[in-house]
């Protein structure tokens, strides 16, 4: 491969290359044992050798075909972006096993990631070259942590940033593979310090190697390390020994333009890669999703964006938002109850299903004497939803929350109640009254482990239209308030966050429905998705 030829994600590496000159038979024995010992672990070709991709192939002859005039590697540091289903995790492993076999005397390569559950998804891409290949059978010795060349007494070992390396490995260390670092957060930066400090004692600095997807939080250090990556790229710092290969879209590219798609997913198309039906199809959803178009534009374009965004579009609730003139009482339901500090909203949803259909019932609670105060704090008028028959308001006596009300309207519901689910903060009182009139009652899980199965599972009706709020003007205005955070999982929750800085963007009655209609949904599936695990489900009844 001629060095004209080392451009890749917008990086010239023959920019600052003073002092280095470019060797290709080096990079060539990489990919050449890469094409021999790599195997496919998954889909139609598992168990086949790796044929390299072109851009692969220049990024490897980028990080192992520069070198400096002792032979050392150009680069010590290399800082990748790239969306997912384009490879990240069997580029690392290919990478590892490479310095494994080929770097090296005495050392170790490090596989680190913000979870042990992401190092055994690397680890174990690089044990699926070890079973099948006899070769790297016969000198590897393969542990549960580690992978030993005792020939070279080198070794392949994974932690997590929680377990930072014991001082016998750290010692040694030439190659450190952070893996989907954009999941850090601002306390690993005393970690990241730690690992440098183990290579700092190396001859031509070993290798960092930084790789991941684009995330929400813009205090990452690796969103830093993406902001120097691009000033490195675009000339405004001179590092000639750090690596920029950044495959993310610039934040005005349109996100439904094929052609965009191809320039950030150099795996598109490609064997095991993301394909182009699928984004097609997540770019049509995304046009009346803005969820969707998130999740487009941050796992597909490697763009960082805020932690929160809007919902769906009121269109599209209001769709599902009709008055209900069928009778329902006596139905088996689900409740959602969401309790409050003493002088705020109080919900609790009713979730029913008749003929495929499910209905949604919000009650609404608010002290007596808070009434005028919270009109105006709030900017609505809640004498008029009181004369609204579809707005179920109630005003409680007093200036505080009188959760034996509420106790007290559950019982006299005209309902067949399964199960009442909870916020468990502010609840405990309410629901030891509950449990003990025999009620089964469950604490529910607010973070997004809790809440994204339901979440998506009330999104989802909203979209097929089999749901319907009962014209409800509280929950259409709760609903209009509603931001969704996601992580960098992809796990999604109703941001309160917001809520708690704008008092007046209520989202009560929205929280309790998701409860409600998540269970609803839970008991009337074959598949279990259960987020009540170490909750504290209960009944009194069976005491």
């Excluded at 949604?360 to 008029?384: A, C, L, M, Q």
């Excluded at 009962?470 to 996601?486: E, Y």
């Amino acid at each position: 491969m001629r060095k004209e030829e080392l451009v890749l994600a917008g990086y010239n590496s023959n920019t600052q290359s003073d002092g280095y000159h470019y060797d290709p038979e080096q990079a060539d024995i990489v990919c050449d044992f890469v094409e021999t010992f790599c195997y496919h672990s998954i889909g139609s070709k598992h168990g086949t050798p790796v044929v390299l991709e072109k851009w692969q192939r220049i990024l490897l002859h980028m990080i192992y075909g520069w070198r400096d005039a002792k032979n050392n590697k150009r680069y010590n540091e290399v800082s990748i972006t790239l969306s997912r289903k384009n490879g990240k995790t069997f580029l690392c492993s290919c990478i590892a096993l490479a310095e494994l076999i080929l770097g090296e005397q005495s050392s170790n390569i490090l596989l680190v990631a913000n979870s042990l559950k992401q190092t055994r998804h690397l680890y174990d891409t690089i044990k699926g070259f070890h079973r099948y290949s006899n070769e790297l059978q016969e000198i590897l010795t393969v542990q549960q942590y580690q992978m030993m060349y005792p020939e070279k007494n080198s070794k392949i070992v994974r932690v997590a940033n929680s377990v930072s390396g014991k001082s016998e490995d750290g010692d040694h260390t030439s190659v450190i593979i952070y893996d989907e670092c954009a999941m850090q957060v601002e306390r690993d930066r005393p970690f990241i310090d730690k690992l440098r400090g183990h290579m700092s004692g190396r001859e031509g600095g070993g290798l960092f190697l930084w790789i991941s997807t684009s995330g929400d939080n813009k205090n990452s250090p690796f969103f830093d390390k993406e902001c120097y990556a691009k000033k490195v790229r675009n000339n405004a710092i001179h590092n000639p020994r750090f690596l920029p290969i950044v495959f993310s879209a610039p934040l005005d590219a349109d996100p439904h333009c094929p052609k965009i798609w191809k320039k950030y997913n150099p795996n598109l198309n490609l064997a095991g890669g993301i394909q182009e039906d699928y984004l097609q199809q997540l770019s049509n959803d995304a046009v009346s999703n803005p969820l969707e178009l998130n999740r487009l534009k941050r796992y597909h374009l490697s763009q960082w964006l805020d932690v929160t965004s809007e919902w769906l579009s009121l269109e599209l609730w209001d769709k599902c938002n009709q008055k209900i003139d069928i009778d329902l009482k006596n139905e088996p339901v689900f409740l959602g109850c969401d309790f409050s500090l003493n002088t705020d909203h109080t919900s609790v949803s009713i979730a029913i299903k008749k003929d495929e259909m499910i209905f949604v019932e919000t009650h609404y609670f608010v002290p007596e004497d808070n009434r005028r105060r919270r009109s105006s704090d709030d900017g609505v008028s809640y004498d008029k939803w009181e004369s609204d028959p579809n707005a179920n308001i109630h005003f409680t006596p007093g200036n505080v929350i009188d959760t034996d009300y509420i106790v007290s309207l559950i019982q006299n519901l005209d309902y067949d109640i399964k199960e009442i689910a909870y916020d468990s903060r502010y609840a405990t009182a309410p629901i030891i009254k509950l449990g003990e009139l025999g009620y089964t009652c469950a604490g529910h899980p607010q973070g997004f482990k809790g809440m994204t199965p339901h979440i998506l599972e009330f999104e989802r009706n909203i979209l097929k239209e089999t749901i319907n709020f009962g014209n409800d003007p509280i929950l259409r205005w709760n609903f209009s308030n509603a931001k969704i955070a996601m992580n960098a999982g992809g796990e999604v929750m109703i941001d309160k966050k917001t809520y708690q800085q704008d008092k007046k963007k209520k989202i009560d009655g929205l929280i309790s429905a998701v409860m409600a209609v998540g269970r609803l949904q839970h008991h009337n599936t074959d598949t279990k998705i259960n987020p009540y695990d170490n909750a504290g489900l209960f009944s009194w009844a069976d005491e």
